[in-house]
């Protein structure tokens, strides 16, 4: 037992996931035609985490809605959320403006690094030629409107939206549901909370039987990302990566500072008990995967109230978009620079209010449909975006891991800024 | 300044030559006296003059004096040898419009010279079948596009097209783009290298010509594609043919079938050309 419980610590610890981390990134590039069979593996895997976030989630929002309806913090906790939420969102956007402003990725004067990219976008056949006839054919297809995009997250069959998926109608439903149920006498929804309380438990068993594959999970995902990306386009592009990473660092580590201040922990300790969702977040990119290891960490480890932190996580996955904010500011900058296009103050603030508008539109997107929301902005201020979109998609994999991490540690810190803070000595022990 | 160029037959390639060894007997029952009145003449004359504009339009023709190449003098020196006459490239012409005048005047005896088939044109000069076959792309500066197409579909930006659009002077593209493009800036320029200088700089929002000659670009130069872009028309299509003057029905129908024996009885792509007469095309 005492080995089997080492090994079990072993694989959970997350310098052993980084570690796997690592050898797969390296791997990848040394062995990429090995490292792409090991595809169908990590998918799997991504797979296995993505099956109990559903029920997860339904069970976690109608339980913690139901017991915290006639709990007058709740209302309080909803609107700290909003405010958290709008504030950090143009926080990050002015945060991202300046670094970009400051740190200018896009401004590439020397010849020889434009035909690199020259050479990235040939790479593409519709990089540089698109067909359309001049005569109007009349088959447009037909547009869908803001409100109609709007309009679809409310779900006419939850069975539907369960069965494709739709994390943000399945949340919708939640959310009512649980409303609708605390308004029902407490005796007469007893023995169906108690039957979410056993879902829910057993989803965070699963949570951390997935954890012990997480080191080979994360190495296969990683190989197969490194052997069909190669180092050359990271080479091309690595002053849009490198700000990237630096405001993810700067977020992350004032992510984790939240967390300690709030938890009453050591930033280390905040940072250690992060260091297997980090693992997960750049390994899957996904965030809506990582939400039951947040509420674990938050609950589990760091003692915070359950029935809040339950609620705000999977809500705050859906509205605090705070990475795909991150890409849309620093994208826009980056393809101005890029084309030697000065950007006006009204125009800057113009491309922050769009991309917080558009970081609400991307939960549940996959990460090539968020870059290509880009365009939209792009449209506004007279840029083009179709070159600069091949370059993003060729450095996708390693932006989408950065955007996600952003995602998961601003998540847990709004979460830990609402959620009751845990009493002294209230951490458990792990396991 | 002339430009006149003498090809002797005992260099030019055999593959595509009817006859191709040229024997006596060949050459006897070719010099029959009941040619066509054309054809009587090229032969009076001692030699075939096709009309080249001294412009480059490679894969057809280069600008080089000497020795020029593409698919255009390709066919014109396997033409002449199925004549049995030698092959005088005539490249006095600045532009296209001036081949169509020296055809027209009885200068030379045809131009065959990557030439479009317009209605003004045709009014003055004889034209073959077609024997290639170009569709229309606009060579497009991102950057300036983009502005243009603020907020609007690139699709619905190009319909209306309101920007300033770079065109070879006194060449057909002139009535392309008053017929295609009828609110656009046209500006005319005397070389194609000229428009797309212009349009990379950011001068011009677009040049217009065909998508072989635009797609040579991107092609020489890997990093254009980060400024530049191409958009191929395609229900746009110019159809290249041979200019003869207006009488000469017989030899026009000569060319045809010269053509359809040589490749087929359609059109073919610039790519497809290239292939057929083994050019170079870099």
Redesign the interface.
């Known amino acids: 037992m005492g080995e089997t419980g080492s090994f079990a610590a072993f694989l959970r610890s997350p310098a052993t996931v980084l570690l796997f981390s690592l050898g797969g990134g390296i791997f990848g590039i040394l062995r990429p035609d090995a490292a792409t069979l090991l595809r169908p593996v990590g998918d799997s895997y991504l797979g296995l985490l993505k099956l109990i976030v559903l029920p997860f989630m339904i069970s976690s929002i109608i339980f913690s809605l139901r017991a915290m309806i006639n709990d007058k913090r709740s209302t309080s906790h909803l609107s700290r959320m909003f405010v958290i939420i709008l504030g950090a969102s143009v926080a990050t956007a002015f945060l991202t403006a300046a670094a970009a402003l400051i740190l200018k990725p896009g401004t590439i004067t020397s010849a020889e690094r434009r035909a690199e990219i020259g050479h990235v976008l040939n790479d593409s056949s519709a990089s540089y030629n698109t067909s359309m006839t001049l005569e109007e054919t009349g088959d447009r297809p037909d547009e869908t409107s803001v409100l109609e995009l709007v309009l679809k997250v409310i779900p006419s069959n939850i069975f539907g939206a369960l069965t494709d998926g739709n994390t943000l109608q399945v949340l919708i439903f939640s959310i009512l549901f649980g409303f609708a149920l605390g308004t029902v006498p407490f005796d007469a929804s007893g023995s169906l909370a108690s039957g979410l309380e056993a879902v829910y438990q057993t989803c965070m068993v699963l949570t951390r039987w997935f954890i012990l594959l997480l080191p080979f999970g994360s190495f296969s995902m990683i190989a197969a990302q490194t052997a069909v990306m190669g180092l050359k386009p990271l080479m091309t592009m690595i002053g849009f990566l490198s700000t990237l990473g630096l405001i993810t660092l700067v977020m992350l580590l004032m992510s984790i500072q939240v967390i300690a201040r709030r938890s009453g922990e050591s930033f280390l300790t905040a940072l250690l008990d992060h260091g297997n969702l980090f693992m997960m977040a750049v390994s899957t990119r996904s965030s809506v995967a990582c939400i039951p290891l947040i509420i674990d960490i938050l609950v589990k480890k760091l003692g915070f109230e359950r029935h809040a932190v339950e609620l705000l996580v999977p809500l705050q996955t859906v509205l605090l978009r705070l990475g795909s904010i991150v890409l849309y500011v620093l994208g826009s900058i980056f393809i101005a620079q890029l084309y030697g296009r000065e950007l006006l103050p009204s125009e800057l603030l113009m491309i922050c209010f769009y991309a917080i508008m558009l970081g609400l539109s991307t939960a549940g997107m996959a990460g090539v449909i968020a870059v290509a929301q880009l365009s939209i902005i792009c449209s506004y201020l007279g840029l083009p975006f179709e070159a600069a979109f091949i370059l993003f998609l060729a450095v996708e994999t390693v932006a989408d891991a950065l955007r996600t991490l952003i995602l998961v540690a601003t998540i847990s810190a709004a979460t830990a800024s609402i959620a009751p803070a845990p009493p002294i000595q209230a951490r458990l022990p792990d396991g | 300044m002339q430009r006149i160029r003498r090809m002797m037959l005992g260099n030019l390639p055999l593959a595509l030559l009817p006859g191709a060894a040229f024997p006596a007997a060949a050459a006897a029952e070719a010099q029959g006296t009941d040619a066509s009145a054309a054809i009587s003449h090229i032969r009076r004359d001692g030699m075939l003059k096709v009309a080249v504009p001294r412009v480059r339009a490679a894969p057809f023709f280069t600008l080089s004096d000497a020795p020029s190449s593409g698919v255009d003098i390709a066919i014109a020196e396997a033409l002449a040898r199925s004549l049995h006459v030698p092959l005088q490239i005539d490249r006095r012409a600045g532009s296209f419009n001036e081949v169509i005048d020296q055809v027209a005047a009885g200068g030379v005896h045809l131009a065959l010279c990557k030439l479009s088939r317009t209605l003004p044109r045709a009014q003055r000069v004889l034209y073959t079948k077609p024997y290639a076959v170009l569709q229309h792309a606009l060579f497009i500066n991102?950057?300036g596009?983009?502005?243009?197409?603020?907020?609007?579909k690139?699709?619905d930006t190009?319909?209306n097209f309101e920007g300033d659009l770079g065109i070879l002077a006194n060449s057909s593209y002139h009535d392309f783009a008053l017929r295609?493009f009828p609110r656009a800036r046209i500006h005319e320029y005397s070389d194609w290298e000229s428009v797309f200088d212009a349009v990379r700089t950011g001068e011009l929002h677009a040049g217009y010509s065909d998508h072989h000659t635009i797609?040579r670009l991107?092609a020489a130069?890997?990093?254009?594609?980060?400024?530049?872009?191409?958009?191929?028309?395609?229900?746009?299509v110019d159809r290249i043919a041979v200019a003869v003057p207006h009488a000469a029905f017989h030899f026009a129908a000569y060319i045809d079938l010269f053509m359809e024996l040589n490749h087929g009885a359609q059109a073919l792509p610039a790519g497809e050309l290239v292939k057929t007469y083994g050019i170079q095309d870099a």
Do not use: C, H, Q, Y
């Open positions: 991102r950057l596009f983009a502005a243009l197409s603020r907020g609007k690139p699709e190009v319909r295609d797609n991107f130069d890997r990093s254009l594609s980060l400024t530049a872009r191409m958009i191929t028309l395609n229900d746009k």
